[in-house]
C-alpha cells in the first residue's frame, strides 16, 4: 500500500486541476474542473465564483466527490486520486489566512495571489475548502468493485 500511497502523493502535488462533482439541493449532479491547492493532504482548497453551479450546489448540499489525475499519459497509464469530502465557503477571519496559503501554494503550480478584496465583500470570488474524508486509487487487485483506500 506504501506505493499507492506515494504515487497519490505524487499526483496531488503535482496536479492543478480537481474534478469537483457537487450536487444540487435535489440531487442532480454536476462536476466542474477547478484549480486547487492543498493545505497537507486532508484539506482541498480553491477559489471561485459564488454564483457558479458548483458554488450555489456546496451552499445546499455540502458533500463532495473528487477526482485529480494527469489527463496527458497514455491510455490504460492513468494514475487518479478519488476523494470525498464536505466542503464550504471559507468566511470570517480565516479568509485572509486561507487566501494567503492558496496563493503561495498557487504560484509555484501556474497559478497566482489573492488580494483578499478579490475575495470578500464586493469581490467577485470567495474561497472554498474541502474537508477530505477519505482518499482511495484504483486497484486492479482488488475486489469487487477495484478501490483501495489509501492514508495520506
Known sequence: MAGFEDA??????????????????????WVSPVFYTMNGYRELVWLSSPETLHSRNLAGRPEVSMVVFDSRVEVGGAFAVYMSGVAEE????????????????????????VRIEEVTGDGIY???????????????DSRPDGRAV???
Open 90 to 113: 471559507v468566511t470570517g477571519e480565516a479568509v485572509a489566512e486561507v487566501a494567503a496559503a492558496y496563493g503561495a501554494a498557487a504560484v509555484p503550480k501556474g497559478g497566482r495571489l
Open 8 to 29: 497519490a502523493r505524487g499526483v496531488l502535488d503535482l496536479g492543478r486541476y480537481v474534478v469537483l462533482g457537487t450536487a444540487d439541493a435535489g440531487g442532480k449532479p
Open 150 to 152: 489509501v492514508t495520506l
Open 126 to 140: 470567495r474561497m472554498y475548502r474541502a474537508a477530505i474524508r477519505e482518499h482511495w486509487v484504483l486497484d486492479p
